[in-house]
């Protein structure tokens, strides 16, 4: 089986001040993660995340079972990074991202797109932060099943984008390896966090979240 961790970067964008709210991914150049949707566990679901060295640096294992309607991306040695929770009793399909394991003070919210037939929006994330961080908006544009997605600031500003990925010999990989790049001034683990979201919305393996 060919290597899935990717073997490059991708060109920087200039650092928006408008993602003052999301710490920088460090580095003048952007991100390039390889995702692929398979836990590290088996016969568990999640993702296991990859830099462009092939080190592990986030995962998503599905193995608590008794915590309905929550899952936790965690960093490459299993410590929780980010809590993603369904919100209950809410219109629409609605979720809130929590820093490590937390159920207070949520760091943002992500609402699916009401309507799917107009516009090439998926998703709005909010931050919870209060005051004018609180206002603080961006959008994400595309088609996940085709792996095409765009994350947008206010401002139009392109923060992360993923993308399919081919191997080394030039074949496409499933749409289950592709490759995630996060542009400086945003943080890596929150464009992860969109991922997952996205695959409880539209993944076509169902969501990771019971219940």
Known sequence: MAKVHPDGVAPAVPNPASLALFPDVGGEAAAVLTVWKKSLLLNFEGFTVFDSKGDLVFRVDNYAS??????????????????????????????LVYEGEGATRPRFSVKKHAN??????????????????????????????????????AARRGVAEITTKDSPGGVRF?????RLVVQPGFDATVAMAIVVLLEQMFGSGGSLIKG
Not at 73 to 94: F, I, N, Q, Y
Not at 124 to 153: H, L, W
């Open 66 to 95: 008794s915590s309905r309607g929550v899952v936790v991306l965690m960093d490459a040695t299993g410590e929780p990074l980010l809590t993603v929770r369904r919100k209950r009793l809410s219109l629409g399909e609605r979720w």
């Open 116 to 153: 799917m037939f107009q516009g090439k929006t998926l998703a709005q994330v909010t931050a919870c932060a209060p005051g004018p961080e609180g206002c603080c908006a961006y959008e994400v544009e595309g088609s996940y099943s085709r792996r095409s997605c765009a994350v947008f600031d």
């Open 174 to 178: 499933g749409g289950d390896v592709f």
